[in-house]
């Protein structure tokens, strides 16, 4: 079946580091990616997307590159602030399964230092 | 205008009692989930539905029933809490295959 599996947490950075939350995938066809956040009390809110291998989502500075070869889909973003600590969710939609709902990782909490 | 609404946003409740939470849209999305989130495992699906009537289970059903009696209105019911029920409850919206969701803001239900 699908699965994703992304680095333990918390990661803890210095405002203006640089930031790298790795995600792999399992998947039996080819599916979408998704990067989700979560800020405390909140509900998750799509970060960005990718449909296809070799396609970039990007979306408020963060960027993830879809690997088909690595089954990898990692979240970057060149220089962190304070107000990105929150709760990160890769998932993936495998439509070849037949199946609509996302499947999830079990998350990677940021916190970012000032 | 959020678009997806869960409430009650908090509840307490005994265990054995039954609990009734609710996930209404104005989106007019066929597709609608829901989720339970605990610390160590992320997100896991518990129901989900395509349609008016039209409901299958997701990896974590068991304990809970739902209904779809209206495109807007999605009904996830704990027949009777048990205090591992104790969760955040997600609803989550999708207008077709493929897309991602929009997600509610969550319901944290405490079973004593």
């Known amino acids: 079946g699908n699965s994703v599996t992304q680095m333990e947490g918390p990661v803890t950075l210095s405002e203006e580091a640089f930031l790298t939350i790795n995600c792999t995938y399992t998947a039996t066809g080819y599916p979408s990616l998704f990067w989700y956040v979560q800020y405390p009390g909140e509900g998750l809110q799509l970060l960005l997307k990718?449909?296809?291998?070799?396609d970039k989502g990007s979306n408020k500075g963060f960027e993830a590159t879809y690997r088909k070869e690595t089954t990898s889909f990692h979240l970057e973003k060149g220089s962190v602030q304070v107000s990105d600590s929150a709760v990160y969710f890769c998932?993936?939609?495998?439509?070849?399964?037949?199946?609509?709902?996302?499947?999830f990782g079990s998350g990677t909490r940021l916190q970012v230092q000032p | 205008d959020a678009g997806i609404t869960q409430s009650p946003r908090h509840k307490v409740t005994e265990t054995g009692t039954p609990v009734t939470l609710r996930c209404h849209q104005t989106?007019?999305?066929?597709?609608m989930y829901w989720y339970r989130q605990d610390p160590g495992h992320g997100l896991r699906l518990i129901h989900y539905s395509y349609g008016v009537k039209d409901t299958d289970k997701g990896e974590v059903s068991d304990g809970y029933s739902v209904s779809r009696s209206k495109t807007e209105d999605f009904l996830l019911t704990l027949e009777s809490a048990t205090s591992s029920q104790t969760s955040v409850y997600f609803c989550a919206i999708q207008r077709q295959r493929g897309d991602g969701y929009t997600f509610g803001s969550g319901t944290r239900l405490t079973v004593v």
């Open positions: 998932a993936l939609s495998d439509l070849d399964t037949g199946r609509r709902a996302l499947t």
């Open positions: 990718a449909t296809k291998a070799d």
């Open positions: 989106e007019n999305h066929r597709y």
